[in-house]
Each structure stands twice: as structure tokens, then as C-alpha cells.
């Protein structure tokens, strides 16, 4: 078996490379603190983050998607339990990402908050 090793792969096409036709990279993602003033501790894919209210925040792409036709995940820095608790990613936009974070059925900022997006490209 041969081993290939780069810094860095590029499309002949231009985008994400693929293998057996999957991208091989998230089309963006975040790490950031959501409480007090919003923190970025970095990014790749996100322009910047909207505070809209305790537990809230739109995470803005640096480009827009082409279509809402991407799975987004978002996880929290938060003892989660299956009573009502959980990071939750409940709208998707070509240009944003909505997560809204419960804890014991109270929305609740989060010093560690995890956003990642696949797909989506054109």
C-alpha cells in the first residue's frame, strides 16, 4: 500500500476534494464560548456569530450555501440528560445556522459550543 502525504489538497475543479465521491473535509465549523461577549476560538467556513438572546446564536457562513440541503450538528459544553436538555440545531438557512441551547428546559448559554456543517456545495 502506498502512502500519499500533503499539506494541502485541491480539486482540479476548484471545491472540496472527494473520494468515492464524498467530500473529505466539513463545508464549516466553529468552536466558540456563547456566554458574556461572543468568542470565537476558531473557524473555518463562518464569517461570524449573532447573539440573539440566552442559549441563542446564528452562526453566519462566509459564503452561502448554494441550498438548505446540508446536515448541520451542534453540541455544547453541558451535562446533558434526555430530560428536555441538549444543543440543538432547529433552522437552517443558505447563509446561517440557528442553534438554541436547553438545559433542564431552560435556555442557557454555554462557554463551549461545537458547530459543524457537511454538505451543501453546489
Known amino acids: 500500500m502506498s502512502t500519499v502525504k500533503a499539506n494541502d489538497l485541491t480539486n482540479v475543479t476548484g471545491g472540496i476534494p472527494t473520494v468515492k465521491s464524498q467530500q473529505l ?5 466553529v468552536n466558540f464560548d456563547g456566554t458574556g461577549t461572543i468568542t470565537v476560538r476558531y473557524s473555518e467556513g463562518f464569517s461570524s456569530i449573532t447573539d440573539y438572546g440566552t442559549g441563542q446564536y446564528r452562526v453566519n ?3 452561502s450555501m448554494p441550498n438548505t440541503n446540508y446536515a448541520a450538528v451542534a453540541s455544547g459544553g453541558a451535562e446533558v440528560s ?17 442553534i438554541y441551547h436547553v438545559e433542564a428546559n431552560s ?16
Not at 434526555?82 to 440557528?98: A, D, I, K
Open 25 to 29: 473535509i466539513p463545508t464549516a465549523w
Open 107 to 122: 435556555a442557557t448559554d454555554l462557554t463551549n459550543v461545537y458547530v459543524i456543517v457537511m454538505g451543501g456545495q453546489a
Open 82 to 98: 434526555w430530560n428536555g436538555t441538549g444543543t440543538h440545531v432547529p433552522l437552517l438557512n443558505t447563509s446561517w445556522v440557528q
Open 61 to 63: 457562513f462566509t459564503n
